[in-house]
């Protein structure tokens, strides 16, 4: 399957999109640029013949345009005509320009053929009409027979070069076989007493349907109302796992739902033809066509699981990552300098003060683990110099010589982290704000380049920025990443981002109103939101390798703090044709959102990695955050992810089991009166910090709330001093220990790059 996906990509000359997935045939969308591949049964499809489909789709990846099929039904041509001579055209063009593809072609058709897949087995060729004996003779069938008049058409068939060329020639062609009666061919006896709509109805209305009666078509008729065929062909048709699901699952979805679950029948170029159209000749029609069509269904294979296919979108950073500079220069002057806005200072002072210690603590700590390993690691081997030292031991030590010590060079370093900006974090804010500023001091001291990003809605929404919809892509809401933190900030942009922070972490739970004045609420675009978690992981695929980069690091650091999973990514962006004549945009194609289910599969078109939502257990909600996270490692190899999940909730921050359901054990929705439940909760309690298995996550944390959160800083009180020795041994382990469970966090971090 990979090798037929490169293959194509290399023959099409761009990254189209390939997909693997129930569907009638084998299709390209040229407006989604996407190439579509059945799942054929078993032993059914031989790999010349499926070679052959790819190298007919790209040549429509490469040579059809996209307006092309929109144009034929504005001139009325009957869309499998045009079809037949737009397949002659590209497949000459692809023989042309690869050379080897002539072999494929020829061996592919022939096969097809012998296994009667146009119909003809058993039938004179002189019975079928101009179109279909044009379409065998360019497929490769030698014994198709041609009148001279006839020989015209199949002259200007190979003659054509362009797709005006090949409307043209469908236009003309119509209405000469109308003027000509022997074109049409005569009716095989087996045909007799079927009609021409029942033909089509039985043959799946052709391969880009889905072989049941559209929605619409039920409706009308449930309705006593008729609908035109041709505006059912425009409307209904669809060729993605989308429109097999639902006939799959007699699902009833409404116009909109189905418009956006496939390509759209204008846009899309098949391996077959549906036989219906705006022909102003609705006879003429290229029955070998759907025969191919349908016999290419009846390949399939229908018990193959069905899968739903989505890109990670390509970000434009400038629309998503606010800078540091710019939220401070919005909240300068936003804020009073009342008691709220002095007292706030005070707090992040004296923050900083008190974390001295803790910083100092955190920096020994990292030395000695640094060196431990360090030395851990260091190769020992001989010189060619003797040690002076050990001449006089020369009776019983072969080893006379020098040794040297070679100490592994240092890896560089880096942390980005992102924090959940969201209004359920209001009770965890400050403790979360504290373990981060310690981090943050941490990383100066240790000279640890860093960013720190803060993920919300409220931004993009406050101040209606819009980010381009991709097809074929995740559906990304409008989403803000804030750059808060930088190891590139000066000292006074720090202090005044932190005392920002505080501010706004201070709106919610302040109990000093009496003393101080009431909070201050923070501007509406910096405001806690949602949890854009899975859209935040999206940026963090370009934001990553940019800040790696930029600052010649070895290894980088990638930190999720949340209080829970993101909001979902409800589906994947496609263009969809407006097919509501009441709408003034009647005929014209905007952006749908087709919803995923659990069987996703997620493809990073710059790594090319592809993941199945099956490899996750559970539904898609459930498996998105982990998909995206085995992705952004593979976009950057030697990388940690950690999680940390702040899983209290309330003044107190405890932690409920229904909470941990989730999380526990790897996104499985673990029942909350488990054993696996209560026992991380009794570890939770006894050290503060309780490490869960996740998929996607190198190591998941999760942490109780409120000031549960806040950092330990041990002081020598007044009652100590004479004390004994055991109590004051007793005393500092006491502190020992509260400080190790208060800072899991920037413990992690110290171990992850000592």
Request: hydrophobic fraction near 35%; charge should be negative.
């Amino acid at each position: 399957m990979m090798m037929k996906n490169t293959i194509a990509k290399l023959l099409a000359e761009e990254d189209i999109f390939v997909v693997h997935k129930q569907m009638e045939t084998a299709y390209f969308d040229v407006k989604n640029r996407e190439l579509g591949l059945p799942i054929w049964k078993e032993n059914t499809m031989e790999a010349v013949e499926e070679e052959l489909l790819v190298c007919h789709e790209i040549g429509h990846a490469l040579y059809t345009p996209l307006d092309m099929l929109e144009n034929s039904k504005l001139r009325k041509i009957d869309h499998s005509v045009v079809n037949v001579l737009e397949d002659a055209r590209i497949e000459k063009k692809v023989k042309s320009k690869y050379l080897g593809t002539v072999r494929l072609f020829n061996a592919g058709y022939a096969s097809l053929i012998k296994k009667d897949f146009f119909g003809t087995s058993g039938k004179d060729l002189a019975t079928f009409n101009l179109i279909d004996r044009i379409n065998l003779f360019f497929k490769g069938n030698t014994n198709v027979t041609f009148s001279d008049a006839e020989k015209v058409w199949v002259d200007r068939t190979a003659k054509t070069e362009t797709p005006d060329d090949v409307l043209t020639l469908a236009e003309e062609l119509i209405a000469w076989m109308a003027d000509n009666p022997e074109s049409m061919g005569t009716p095989d006896e087996s045909d007799e007493g079927e009609t021409s709509d029942e033909a089509n109805e039985s043959s799946g209305s052709g391969s880009g349907d889905t072989g049941e009666e559209s929605n619409d078509k039920k409706e009308g008729k449930e309705n006593g109302t008729s609908k035109d065929v041709s505006e059912s062909d425009d409307t209904d048709s669809n060729t993605s796992s989308g429109g097999d699901d639902s006939a799959d699952d007699g699902d009833t979805s409404t116009d909109e739902k189905k418009e956006v679950n496939a390509p759209e029948k204008s846009d899309v170029i098949e391996g077959g033809t549906d036989g219906e159209g705006a022909a102003a000749t609705p006879n003429i029609t290229a029955e070998t066509a759907d025969k191919f069509g349908k016999s290419l269904q009846e390949a399939r294979d229908l018990g193959a699981t069905s899968y739903d296919y989505v890109r990670v979108n390509d970000l434009d950073l400038e629309k998503v990552v606010v800078p540091y500079s710019t939220i401070i220069s919005d909240n300068k002057n936003h804020y009073g300098k009342d008691t709220f806005f002095t007292s706030t200072l005070s707090e992040v002072d004296e923050l900083k003060k008190s974390s001295k210690k803790t910083v100092a603590y955190m920096v020994k700590e990292f030395e000695m683990k640094k060196s431990a390993d360090a030395y851990a690691r260091a190769a020992v081997s001989k010189t060619g110099s003797l040690d002076m030292g050990k001449l006089h031991t020369y009776k019983y030590n072969e080893d006379l010589f020098r040794k040297v010590t070679t100490l592994p060079g240092a890896t560089n370093h880096g942390l980005v982290m992102c924090l959940d900006w969201s209004g359920s974090m209001a009770d965890n804010l400050k403790g979360t704000l504290t373990q981060l500023f310690n981090l943050v001091w941490f990383c100066r001291r240790t000279k640890i380049p860093f960013e720190v990003y803060a993920f919300s809605d409220a931004y993009a929404k406050r101040l209606d920025i819009e980010l381009e919809k991709e097809a074929g892509a995740f559906e990304v809401r409008p989403f803000g990443m804030l750059n808060v933190l930088s190891s590139k900030m000066n000292t006074k942009d720090e202090m005044s981002m932190m005392h920002i922070l505080w501010m706004i972490a201070s709106q919610w739970g302040f109990r000093k109103w009496s003393e101080f004045g009431y909070p201050q609420r923070a501007l509406a675009s910096y405001q806690l939101g949602g949890t854009p978690l899975n859209e935040a992981i999206i940026a963090m695929m370009k934001i990553v390798p940019k800040f790696k980069t930029e600052n010649n690091l070895q290894k980088v650091h990638s930190v999720f703090l949340t209080d829970g999973a993101g909001s979902s990514l409800r589906g994947k962006n496609e263009w969809v044709l407006n097919t509501r004549e009441s709408d003034k945009n009647y005929g014209e194609h905007f952006m749908g959102v087709s919803s995923l289910g659990k069987n996703t599969v997620v493809t990073d078109p710059v790594t090319n990695v592809t993941i199945k939502g099956d490899d996750n257990d559970g539904r898609w909600s459930f498996n998105e955050t982990p998909t995206l996270l085995k992705l952004l490692k593979k976009r950057v190899p030697e990388m940690n992810i950690v999680g940390f999940f702040v899983a209290g909730s309330g003044k107190h921050g405890l932690v409920r089991p229904d909470t941990l359901r989730y999380a526990v054990d790897g996104w499985s929705y673990e029942d909350y009166t488990s054993d696996k439940i209560k026992s991380a909760l009794k570890e939770l309690k006894k050290n503060n910090v309780y490490v869960a298995k996740s998929k996607g996550y190198d190591e998941y944390y999760i942490l109780p709330g409120a000031g549960q959160l806040e950092v330990e800083n041990f002081e020598l009180s007044d009652d100590l001093v004479g004390a004994s020795k055991a109590k004051l041994k007793s005393a500092f382990g006491k502190s020992a220990n509260g400080r190790v469970s208060s800072r899991p966090l920037l413990n992690k971090f110290i171990a992850m790059v000592a």
